[in-house]
């Protein structure tokens, strides 16, 4: 890398200077952070009414699956 120096010896371009170059860069940077940020918020959203909603969905039978509970109230106990 090319180093520029001025009469006195020091660098050209200071900290402070990379520092304002940078700063559109920084926005970019800021503004992704805060997008992946809300994606796990959103997820972690999604996680936690999946997790609540369990209950509600394991009551229902499907109408499709036969009802044991007739079946097993008829039948004998099996004999020990």
Do not use: H, K
């Amino acid at each position: 890398m090319w180093r520029t120096y001025t009469d006195s010896g020091t660098l050209a371009y200071s900290f402070i200077d990379s520092l304002v170059a940078m700063y559109p860069y920084y926005i970019a940077r800021a503004f992704g952070g805060l997008l992946f940020l809300l994606g796990a918020m959103v997820g972690c959203y999604n996680i936690w009414m999946t997790v609540r909603a369990v209950p509600d969905a394991t009551a229902q039978r499907a109408p499709d699956m036969p009802d044991d509970r007739a079946a097993q109230a008829v039948a004998p106990a099996p004999a020990e």
